[in-house]
Nanobody
Framework: QVQLVESGGGLVQPGGSLRLSCAAS????????MGWYHQGPGEQRALVGA???????NYVDSVKGRFTISRDNAKNTVYLQMNSLKPEDTAVYYC??????????????WGKGTLVTVSS
């Protein structure tokens, strides 16, 4: 079993910054792609961006230049640095990881989410 736990959400004013973290633990042999998704009120969950095991990143257009994804493979942790936050960034942010378990099973794990509210 694999667990992902997000942290770092909260209330921030427009233009402010937050850094989210997501730590993976459990039955892990290797972690491949890791990503961040968000789900705003009344919306479907959507990709924010992702990072490969080698560190290559991709982002949706709406966050390019404002958000940065990084990872620490030694800590099985992925980060989302969010700058120049806008009210429309308000959402629950979820972490996702594609994991190989110790028995060579590939699975997709999800965290429970952390709420980010951008408001004055």
């Amino acid at each position: 079993q694999v667990q992902l736990v997000e942290s770092g959400g909260g209330l921030v004013q427009p233009g402010g910054s937050l850094r989210l973290s997501c730590a993976a633990s459990g039955d892990i042999r290797a972690i491949y792609d890791m990503g961040w998704y968000h789900q705003g009120p009344g919306e479907q969950r959507a990709l924010v961006g992702a990072i490969t095991i080698g560190g290559s990143t991709n982002y949706v257009d709406s966050v390019k230049g404002r958000f940065t994804i990084s990872r620490d493979n030694a800590k099985n942790t992925v980060y989302l640095q969010m700058n120049s936050l806008k009210p429309e960034d308000t959402a629950v942010y979820y972490c996702n990881a594609r994991v190989m378990t110790t028995y060579f099973r590939i699975l997709a794990a999800w965290g429970k989410g952390t709420l980010v509210t951008v408001s004055s």
